[in-house]
C-alpha cells in the first residue's frame, strides 16, 4: 500500500470555525490531491498540487485553500465550516516514477459541520 | 468536456454468480482509465487499469476489464462473485491536463446475496 496518512480520521465542528485537515505522504510522489466525496457524486477535485508551493482549484474549491510546503505534506483548510462542507475527504498522491497516472488514496477523513 | 457514466447505482447478485459493471466514458482519444473499490468506511483501492495495449486488463482479486474503444465503455467483470466483494465500485478516467486529475463516475454499489 502506498504511504498516504490522513489526519485527523474524524472531527466534528461548528459552523464558522476554521478546520484543517493533513495529508502526509513518504513515496515523494510529485502530485497530491484533495477530494470531497458525497452520495450520488462520487469523488470530486477540490485542489490539488504538482510540487511544493504549487498549487491548482479543482471543480468544487469553494471555500476551501490548500498549502503544501514540503513534498510530503498537503493540508487543506476549511477558513470557516458551513454544513454543506460535511463530506468525507480523501487526499491521493501520483507521480511515480514508474506510473504518472495512477493515483493511490488515503483512508479518508470524515467531517460533521454542526 | 470529460465525463464517466456509471448507469447502475446499485447491483445485487448471488454469491457464485458472474458480475458485469459497467462504465462509459467520452473523451476523443485513448484514455487512461482506472477501476477502484471501496469497502465501508474505507479509501479506495486500486482494482486495474488501462492505459493502453490489450484492451483485456487483468486486476486484482480476480476482476478483470474490457476497453472498448468503438462503444466507448470500460466494464468491469468477475465470472464468481464471493460475499467479500460487497462493496462500492468507481471508474474513473485521467483528465488529459496538466493536472492529472481523475475523473469519477458516481459509483456501483454491489450487494451480494448468500
Known amino acids: 500500500d502506498a504511504g498516504i496518512t490522513q489526519s485527523p480520521r474524524h472531527k466534528v465542528t461548528e459552523t464558522g470555525t476554521p478546520v484543517t485537515l493533513r495529508c502526509h505522504q513518504t513515496?515523494?510522489?510529485?502530485?497530491m490531491y484533495w477530494y470531497r466525496q458525497d452520495p450520488g457524486h462520487g469523488l470530486r477535485l477540490i485542489h490539488y498540487?504538482?510540487?511544493?508551493?504549487?498549487?491548482d482549484k479543482g471543480e468544487v474549491s469553494d471555500g476551501y485553500s490548500v498549502s503544501r510546503s514540503k513534498t510530503e505534506d498537503f493540508l487543506l483548510t476549511l477558513e470557516s465550516a458551513t454544513s454543506s462542507q460535511t463530506s468525507v475527504y480523501f487526499c491521493?498522491?501520483?507521480?511515480?516514477?514508474?506510473?504518472?497516472?495512477?493515483?493511490?488514496f488515503g483512508p479518508g477523513t470524515r467531517l460533521l459541520v454542526l | 468536456a470529460q465525463s464517466v457514466t456509471q448507469p447502475d447505482i446499485h447491483i445485487t447478485v448471488s454469491e457464485g454468480a458472474s458480475l458485469e459493471l459497467r462504465c462509459n466514458y467520452s473523451?476523443?482519444?485513448?484514455?487512461?482509465l482506472f477501476w477502484y473499490v471501496q469497502s465501508p468506511g474505507q479509501g479506495l483501492q486500486l482494482l486495474l487499469k488501462?492505459?493502453?495495449?490489450?484492451?483485456l486488463v487483468q486486476g486484482i482479486k480476480g476482476f478483470e476489464a474490457e476497453f472498448k474503444r468503438s462503444q466507448s465503455s470500460f466494464n468491469l467483470r468477475k465470472p464468481s462473485v464471493h460475499w467479500s466483494d460487497a462493496a462500492e465500485y468507481f471508474c474513473?478516467?485521467?483528465?488529459?491536463?496538466?493536472?492529472?486529475?481523475?475523473?469519477f463516475g458516481s459509483g456501483t454499489r454491489l450487494l451480494v446475496r448468500p
Open positions: 498540487s504538482y510540487g511544493v508551493k504549487d498549487t
Open positions: 488501462y492505459f493502453s495495449g490489450d484492451t
Open positions: 473523451y476523443g482519444a485513448t484514455p487512461y
Open positions: 513515496e515523494n510522489h510529485r502530485y
Open positions: 474513473a478516467v485521467v483528465a488529459m491536463d496538466s493536472s492529472y486529475k481523475l475523473i
Open positions: 491521493a498522491i501520483s507521480g511515480g516514477t514508474s506510473d504518472q497516472e495512477t493515483q493511490y
